[in-house]
């Protein structure tokens, strides 16, 4: 019986924000069930953000340690690929969500080891060699939803949309009803929003 033929989604995240490491959990439990497998894509809150003058001088500050984790994570995919790209995320978000480990030096190394890669792309959290790179694949993702978003954003074929934002990931049969859902809604013409104020934080269980 020939393979089964499996549909790419690209997922494009900071490794740093919260929700969209639920969204991503959430996504490789569709893909136990389902025939899709997740591309991994950078896109960065720095440049998301770059330019607002109305956020608070913490947040901003908050931005510069965001940018040095993604970073990171352009240096690995660019030597090696979307896979080992997802390898790191797990790791990292491991560390950054589950652990609350700080985001420094140390931390990337420790989750580069964990994925059996180079643990000197760890210098690339302060070096602006992968800057093009970042900002190219940071715009690829943006230019498919529009810049009035956030991070996560998840493409399929030509269908890209914000989100989902859901805590925490749903699992089993709940994971495709949502799935499903909101490929229904995405591929409706002249859908643009559905949204609800936030309730709690992020639930990583």
Not at 134 to 147: E, I, P, Q, Y
């Amino acid at each position: 019986m020939p393979d089964e033929v499996r549909t790419p989604v690209d997922f494009w995240f900071d490794p740093t924000c919260p929700w969209a490491w639920i969204t991503s959990r959430w996504l490789l439990e569709v893909a136990q069930q389902r025939p899709i497998t997740p591309c991994w894509h950078v896109m960065s809150l720095t440049l998301l953000n770059e330019g607002r003058d109305d956020l608070p001088a913490r947040y901003r500050r908050g931005m510069q340690g965001a940018l040095e984790a993604v970073r990171v994570c352009v240096a690995v995919e660019q030597k090696y690929g979307a896979p080992a790209l997802g390898r790191l995320y797990t790791e990292l978000g491991t560390r950054f969500h589950l652990e609350n480990a700080p985001q420094q030096r140390s931390t990337y190394e420790a989750a580069l080891v964990a994925a059996n890669l180079d643990p000197g792309l760890a210098a690339a959290a302060n070096s602006a060699e992968y800057d093009g790179a970042l900002r190219a694949s940071h715009d690829d993702g943006v230019r498919r939803v529009g810049t009035d978003v956030g991070t996560p954003v998840v493409a399929v074929g030509d269908v890209a949309f914000f989100g989902p934002v859901v805590s925490p990931a749903p699992r089993g049969a709940a994971a495709l009803r949502l799935w499903d859902g909101v490929l229904a809604l995405a591929t409706t013409e002249g859908f643009f929003e559905l949204k609800r104020s936030r309730t709690q934080g992020p639930v990583f269980g």
